[in-house]
């Protein structure tokens, strides 16, 4: 069974950055897609980026583009998403989530994945 674990959240002021990371053990990364998803209070949860492994394609939310990247460390087993100026609307649990196939959803479409970390609370404030 995959099991992911997402670490890096915190308190950051507007306009700051945090990295994300999200451990997966269990099994390799090399064969999945690897989405992060955030949900804020009273709101749906929501694709932020992804990336396949296959080819390390990316992909990214209109609202994080230029702002937030993507990556992997194929040795880590370990996926990153490195956030940068930060708003205060992106304060939500952010989470991880891995799939072999997505089962004709979109890659942002979190009914796609099969896998998912408990997540880590990212709180944009002053």
């Known amino acids: 069974q995959l099991q992911l674990v997402e670490s890096g959240g915190g308190l950051v002021q507007p306009g700051g950055s945090l990295r994300l990371s999200c451990v997966a053990s269990?099994?390799?990364?090399?064969?999945?897609?690897i989405g992060w998803f955030r949900q804020a209070p009273g709101k749906e949860r929501e694709g932020v980026s992804s990336?396949?492994?296959?080819?390390?394609?990316?992909e990214y939310a209109d609202t994080v583009r230029g702002r937030f990247t993507i990556s992997r460390d194929n040795a880590k087993n370990t996926v990153y998403l490195q956030m940068n100026n930060l708003r205060p609307k992106e304060t939500a649990v952010y989470y991880c989530?891995?799939?072999?196939?997505?089962?004709?959803?979109?890659?942002?479409?979190?009914?796609?994945?099969?896998?998912w970390g408990r997540g880590t609370q990212v709180t944009v404030s002053s």
């Open positions: 989530a891995a799939a072999i196939e997505l089962r004709g959803w979109r890659r942002l479409e979190s009914q796609g994945y099969d896998y």
């Open positions: 990336v396949r492994s296959r080819d390390g394609n990316m």
């Open positions: 269990g099994y390799t990364l090399d064969y999945y897609i």
